[in-house]
């Protein structure tokens, strides 16, 4: 028999370089992946001030061309590092990984392409779950 497909968020600074944009789209149509949800992140400012954004739009592009507007949530990620190690950056990609995470259909994985800012959010504002069957990958 075989195995159910793996819950998975993909955290993407997707316009920062031309690779995630394939490991987006091979998620996306692996049978073996159940995709809960895409974060796009950020990506410094040393080329831009507004780096989230354009991973947003990146891929909104992606899902677009797909044909997947409106089958795969997006939840913007933070705009920014984390000021400190203690103040988190909430967004609706922190909330989404919080959610997901606190669900009890088995393991969730979270694949960060880029920085690892929304998980460490998600475990500033929700410390919980940091006891729940999540595991995060970065790449």
Do not use: C
Request: glycine share 6%; no cysteine; hydrophobic share 45%.
């Amino acid at each position: 028999m075989p195995a159910s497909p793996r819950r998975l968020i993909i955290d993407t600074d997707a316009k920062n370089e031309a690779d995630d944009q394939y490991a987006i789209v091979h998620a996306l149509l692996s049978p073996t992946l159940d995709v809960r949800g895409i974060v796009p992140a950020h990506f410094g400012t040393r080329r831009s001030n507004t780096s989230m954004e354009q991973s947003r739009d990146e891929v909104n592009l992606l899902l677009n061309l797909m044909g997947m507007t409106d089958s795969i949530i997006v939840a913007d990620g933070a705009t920014a590092a984390l000021p400190d190690a203690v103040t988190p950056a909430p967004s609706a990609g922190s909330r989404l990984i919080i959610t997901e995470a606190m669900k009890d259909e088995g393991t969730l994985y979270v694949a960060f392409l880029g920085p690892l800012t929304n998980m460490a959010s998600a475990i500033l504002e929700e410390p919980a779950i940091q006891d729940r069957d999540v595991v995060v990958v970065w790449v």
